[in-house]
């Protein structure tokens, strides 16, 4: 049963190596950060689920990634001491295999013991305290935005129907020209994307991000829109409400942090 879910950030500068001195400048993100792990430590998972969009990926499939361990890195970001070791839950990987399988929607295992940045920045902020926990990391694919909100509701069925505590966490970004303190530029697409996603957001309301056209989500440069449409299926109809808990973007790129509550 899903006991847990929130929408986190994973700009490179949230890590203390990586980030450095300009961490001082997503202090607002990294308070965020902190009451979520709160949260997360409160709602005892025994098992994360993490859409990260930079996960490998196929043009017509869903993936998840198994591997004997894991082990989250940085080192494309200069960082060769970041490594955060984790477990794989093989059980619910299966479970969610199996599934998909039976409801014809397209689903491949990959098998990489390194994990992406994607991954890395949340488990680095959001575990410090937890203990015995298993990962299930998941992508996305290059399947349209109906299709991917399609497959996180048949991906509810399966969390829910677990007898195990499970966390759902969407991994992303939004647009990278938000403010003239992007390095590419701030641009009218990119305003206007971050501000629908706040609100789906808020409202829980997946028809934005399904209608968004798609030339207008490449002008604003952001990896969000088919991790969210994942996020908001697994959450379907469940009872709650979620919470902004910040929205800022120093560097030009959309941070957004956000919970959901169960009732």
Not at 90 to 95: E, I, Q, R, T
Not at 96 to 116: G, K, N, V, Y
Not at 139 to 155: N, V
Request: with cysteine.
């Amino acid at each position: 049963m899903i006991v847990y879910a929130g929408i986190v950030p994973h700009s490179p500068l949230l890590v203390p190596s990586v980030g450095k001195e300009h961490r001082e400048k997503l202090e607002l993100t990294l308070k965020a950060y902190r009451e979520m792990e709160e949260q997360l430590y409160l709602a005892k998972p025994d098992t994360l689920v993490i859409f990260s969009p930079h996960a490998q990926m196929y043009p017509d499939a869903f993936s998840g990634n198994v591997s004997d361990k894991y082990v989250a890195v940085m080192k494309e970001f200069g960082d060769h001491g970041t490594a955060i070791p984790a477990k794989a839950d093989f059980l619910l990987l299966d479970h969610i295999h199996r599934h998909m399988r039976e409801e014809q929607i397209p689903f491949t295992m990959t098998s990489s013991a390194e994990l992406d940045y994607g991954f890395t920045v949340p488990l680095l902020l959001l575990t410090p305290q937890l203990q015995h926990w298993k990962l299930v990391p998941l992508a996305t694919s290059l399947l349209d935005a109906r299709a991917h909100y399609g497959y996180g509701q048949e991906l509810k069925r399966v969390l829910h129907a677990e007898q195990s505590r499970i966390a759902v966490i969407a991994s992303v970004d939004l647009s990278h020209h938000v403010n003239a303190e992007s390095p590419q530029g701030a641009n009218p697409e990119g305003q206007q994307f971050d501000a629908m996603v706040r609100k789906a957001v808020v409202a829980r309301d997946p028809a934005p991000l399904l209608a968004l056209d798609p030339q207008t989500a490449e002008k604003a440069g952001q990896c969000a829109q088919k991790t969210l449409l994942q996020f908001f299926g697994a959450l379907h109809e469940m009872n709650g409400v979620m919470l902004e808990r910040c929205y800022e973007a120093p560097f030009g790129v959309g941070l957004l942090t956000a919970q959901f509550q169960l009732a």
